[in-house]
Antibody, heavy 126, light 107 residues
Framework: EVQLLESGGGLVKPGGSLRLSCTPS????????MFWVRQAPGKGLEWVAS????????YHADSVKGRFTISRDNAKESLFLQMNSLRAEDTGVYFCARGSRPRGHEGGAASVADSWGQGTLVTVSS | DIQLTQSPSFLSASVGDRVTITCRASQGIDRYLVWYQQKPGKAPKLLIY???ALQSGVPSRFSGSGSGTEFTLTISSLQPEDFATYYCQQTKSYPVPFGQGTKVEVK
């Protein structure tokens, strides 16, 4: 069974930093693209960042570019999101998700998020 | 950047109703459109990819259609467990935004 467990969330002051982690199980982590997606309280889903299986391709949303960095360690089977210069509007639940390319969806730039963790809450407040 | 517009934002329906949600892309995305379901306090769940392919384990009352710029998610006969929020997402090119969501509520 595919499982993803996020950790590292918490309360941080504006301008502060946090590092989120995502620990996978039940699949070969090094073979999959991974995502971070966030959700502000009472709001919709917002794609944050993507990283390919070998870290060759990395994308960040404009809203976090220059402040957040997605990375992975395939040897230690972990996904990370380093968040710096945090703002109140970064508050929300952060989900990690696994990306796959099922038949019929091979050609798009992004994979399909087929498995998700339960999320970790980040609160940015003074 | 490609933008997605979902409609309606809210939908009131009864068990057994046929429900249709629309997602429009600001430019053509072929069939690179994904649908997710999210229940309160839970992670999103993949329903449909490639506009119309049903993810394994998803009931057949869910279906998707469309290509280019206009897509629909249809629930043929709404069940109690289907009351949730539904999101579309385009995966044609980065950035890969989600639609703003459609909340399906009990009428």
């Amino acid at each position: 069974e595919v499982q993803l467990l996020e950790s590292g969330g918490g309360l941080v002051k504006p301008g502060g930093s946090l590092r989120l982690s995502c620990t996978p199980s039940g699949f070969t982590f090094s073979s999959y693209t991974m995502f971070w997606v966030r959700q502000a309280p009472g709001k919709g889903l917002e794609w944050v960042a993507s990283i390919s299986d070998t870290s060759f391709w990395i994308y960040h949303a404009d809203s976090v570019k220059g402040r957040f960095t997605i990375s992975r360690d395939n040897a230690k089977e972990s996904l990370f999101l380093q968040m710096n210069s945090l703002r109140a509007e970064d508050t929300g639940v952060y989900f990690c998700a696994r990306g796959s390319r099922p038949r019929g969806h091979e050609g798009g730039a992004a994979s399909v998020a087929d498995s998700w963790g339960q999320g970790t809450l980040v609160t940015v407040s003074s | 950047d490609i933008q997605l517009t979902q409609s309606p934002s809210f939908l009131s329906a009864s068990v057994g109703d046929r429900v249709t949600i629309t997602c429009r892309a600001s430019q053509g995305i072929d069939r690179y459109l994904v649908w997710y379901q999210q229940k309160p306090g839970k992670a999103p769940k993949l329903l449909i990819y490639a506009a119309s392919a049903l993810q394994s384990g998803v009931p057949s009352r869910f279906s998707g259609s469309g290509s280019g710029t206009e897509f629909t998610l249809t629930i043929s006969s709404l069940q109690p467990e289907d009351f949730a929020t539904y999101y579309c997402q385009q995966t044609k090119s980065y950035p890969v935004p989600f639609g703003q969501g459609t909340k399906v509520e009990v009428k």
